[in-house]
């Protein structure tokens, strides 16, 4: 079947750094997404992974290994702002997303 | 502000009727994509139109159905509403046919009593 599973809830502190994992288990592979989503908001594109290895773009990183079916979302210093629900998804021969990351971020 | 616009922003409606819920794409793009996102099952892709013609269908019920018109605007049909339909409904669009970058729309809240 087809299966993205990530934590449902994390905490980190401001200013710190944070990864939050990802395993899929598809069919077929053709890419892999994370998305922010603020409560109540529209997601928003924050990378896109289709080779193996680290994509970096600024505060925010994003890895992929194929072969063990993860990735992980990696932000360094936290900012307040960055307290949202982050969500995987796996491009197949359709997007499917996983249930989501609620990231709690403490003073 | 993504560039993509739904209407309605809100929707209440009874058990049993039909609603339409429109898309309109970032200018340019030609992928509209609708997801349904309720609290117990998160993000469902439903459907996806390139140019006029139904891509990739996922999770979508029968009683729901989409079309994409020449002018690449999108509506989502729902009925025979049920509650457990109730759920913010997004519509996202991208440039390729691939799922490339996509942009959200604001969403439509969809209350079923």
């Known amino acids: 079947g087809q299966n993205i599973d990530q934590p449902t809830e994390m905490t980190a502190t401001e200013g710190a750094i944070v990864q939050i994992n990802c395993t899929y288990q598809?069919?077929?592979?053709?890419?892999l997404f994370w998305y922010q989503q603020h409560a109540g908001e529209a997601p928003t594109f924050l990378s896109y992974?289709?080779?193996?290895g680290l994509e970096e773009k600024g505060r925010f990183s994003s890895f992929l290994s194929r072969s063990k079916g993860y990735s992980y979302l990696l932000l360094k210093e936290l900012q307040m702002k960055d307290s949202a629900s982050y969500l995987c998804?796996?491009?197949?021969?359709?997007?499917?997303f996983g249930k989501g990351t609620r990231l709690h971020i403490l003073p | 502000d993504s560039g993509v616009t739904q209407t309605p922003k809100h929707l209440i409606t009874a058990t049993g009727q039909r609603v339409t819920l429109r898309c309109s794409p970032r200018?340019?793009?030609?992928?509209v994509y609708w997801y349904q996102q309720s609290l117990d099952q998160g993000l469902q892709f439903l459907i996806q139109?390139?140019?006029?013609?139904?891509?990739a269908k996922g999770n979508i019920l029968e009683r729901f159905s989409a079309q994409q018109f020449p002018d690449l605007h999108s509506e989502l049909n729902l009925s025979s509403l049920e509650l457990g339909d109730s759920a913010l409904y997004f519509c996202?669009?991208?440039?390729?046919?691939?799922?490339?970058?996509?942009?959200f729309g604001p969403g439509t809240r969809l209350t079923v009593l």
């Open positions: 598809t069919s077929g592979f053709n890419g």
């Open positions: 996202a669009s991208s440039a390729g046919e691939g799922y490339n970058e996509q942009f």
């Open positions: 992974n289709v080779l193996d």
């Open positions: 200018s340019g793009d030609l992928s």
């Open positions: 139109y390139y140019n006029g013609e139904e891509r």
């Open positions: 998804a796996v491009w197949d021969d359709k997007i499917i």
